[in-house]
């Protein structure tokens, strides 16, 4: 059988101790490893402020905003409620 988004989800999931689907930061953490598994060209940027820092996702194309929605759903045990654009809080650059 292969290895489709659903067992990866599901794998990084259990990777992270006290993993909660409503804490953005666990979520961000999955995509972070989506990203480099999946050998996708969306990156993410971190920009310091004396505030603090914000992550900003910047997406290469839509089949890779797709792919990452659908993690995102995964991981949030299949609610629909929240996308990718309201796990980095609306940072999201489209370079497409």
């Known amino acids: 059988m292969g290895y489709n988004l659903i067992d990866f989800a599901n794998e990084e999931k259990g990777k992270i101790n006290n993993f909660d689907s409503n804490n953005t930061e666990c979520i961000k953490k999955i995509i972070r490893k989506a990203i480099v598994f999946y ?16 992550r900003i996702l910047h997406i290469h194309s839509i089949v890779e905003e797709n792919l990452l929605s659908k993690i995102v759903y995964e991981l949030r045990n ?19």
């Open 39 to 54: 050998a996708l060209k969306s990156y993410e940027e971190v920009e310091k402020h004396h505030l603090g820092s914000i």
């Open 78 to 96: 299949s609610q629909q409620d929240l996308n990718i654009e309201g796990v980095y809080e609306g940072y999201v650059i489209r370079d497409y």
